[in-house]
C-alpha cells in the first residue's frame, strides 16, 4: 500500500486559515491502513482546525467526508462533488496522487495537501510500516529471491553488497536498516541458491522506472 504521513498540523493549519468554507476529505483506501487520513484522522483533524480557528476569532465552517478512494473517479458521487464544489478550499488527506486527481477532477477548487507521501510499504508491526517497492517499472525480485536490491538498498545496487555493510546493518542508517544485501545472501542461502549470486547482473533499465519520464499504463483489452 502507499504509506503517507500526515503534515504538522502548524503547517496544515496555515494552509488552509484564510478559508471560511473548508472541506476535509478523507481516503478510504491506503491512507485510512496507515492510519493517516481515514475517516478517524479527518474527525481529529477538523476538531483541531476549528479550535485553532476559534483562538484567533476566526470565522471557518469545516465540514469533513470521506470517500473509498480518493484516485478513482467513480467514487465521486453527486454529493461530494457538490460538497467540494461549495466549498472554499478541500483539504485532501489522501496520497499525492489523491491530491491531483482532485485538481484533475475539479480545476475551479483549490485543494490543499494534508499529508506527507512516503513510499510503497508493508506493515511491520503495530504503528511501523516499511518500505518495499520503490514502483521502478521492472521488476526484478526473481533474480534476488523475492528481496528488492531498488527499495531496500540504500544505494539501490544491483551487484553488492557495498562497503558499509556491517554486522548485517547498512551504513546508512546501522540503528534500523538491515543491509538489503545481507537479507539477499541470507535468503540465497536458506534457498541453497548462492550460485546465483555468481552472476554480474547488468546495469538495470531505468527508463521504465521515474526516471525515464511520467508514465501511464493503458491495458488494451479494458479501454473502452
Ligand atoms: S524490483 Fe522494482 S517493481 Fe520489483 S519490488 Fe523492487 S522496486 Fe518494486
Ligand atoms: S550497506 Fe547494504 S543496504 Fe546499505 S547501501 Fe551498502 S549494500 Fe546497500
Not at 525480485?141 to 523475492?146: F, P, S
Not at 547488468?202 to 483489452?221: A, I, L, V, Y
Amino acid at each position: 500500500m502507499i504509506v503517507a504521513e500526515q503534515k504538522p498540523f502548524q503547517e496544515i493549519y496555515e494552509s488552509v486559515r484564510e478559508h471560511q468554507n473548508l472541506l476535509i476529505l478523507g481516503c478510504g483506501t491506503c491512507v485510512t491502513v496507515c492510519m493517516a487520513g481515514g475517516e478517524r484522522e479527518v474527525g481529529i483533524l477538523a476538531n483541531q482546525i476549528r479550535l485553532a480557528a476559534k483562538e484567533e476569532n476566526r470565522k471557518m465552517e469545516v465540514l469533513e467526508h470521506t470517500i473509498t478512494r480518493q484516485c478513482d473517479e467513480e467514487f465521486f458521487d453527486s454529493t461530494v462533488s457538490s460538497s467540494i464544489r461549495e466549498a472554499d478550499a478541500v483539504l485532501s488527506l489522501g496520497c499525492g496522487v489523491g491530491v491531483q486527481h482532485i485538481v484533475e477532477l475539479f480545476d475551479e477548487v483549490p485543494i490543499h495537501p494534508g499529508l506527507n507521501t512516503q513510499f510503497f510499504g508493508a506493515n511491520l508491526q503495530q504503528g511501523l510500516w516499511g518500505e518495499r517497492c520503490a514502483g521502478c517499472g521492472e521488476c526484478v525480485l526473481d533474480t534476488y529471491e523475492g528481496i528488492c536490491p531498488v527499495a531496500r538498498c540504500s544505494k539501490s545496487m544491483m551487484n553488492g553488497p557495498c562497503g558499509g555493510s556491517s554486522n548485517g546493518m547498512c551504513e546508512v542508517d546501522p540503528e534500523n536498516t538491515p543491509c538489503a544485501w545481507q537479507l539477499i545472501i541470507d535468503r540465497m542461502t536458506k534457498l541453497n541458491k548462492l550460485d546465483k549470486l555468481m552472476e554480474n547482473q547488468p546495469p538495470k533499465n531505468w527508463s521504465r522506472d521515474r526516471h525515464g519520464g511520467p508514465r501511464r499504463t493503458q491495458r488494451e483489452d479494458m479501454t473502452l
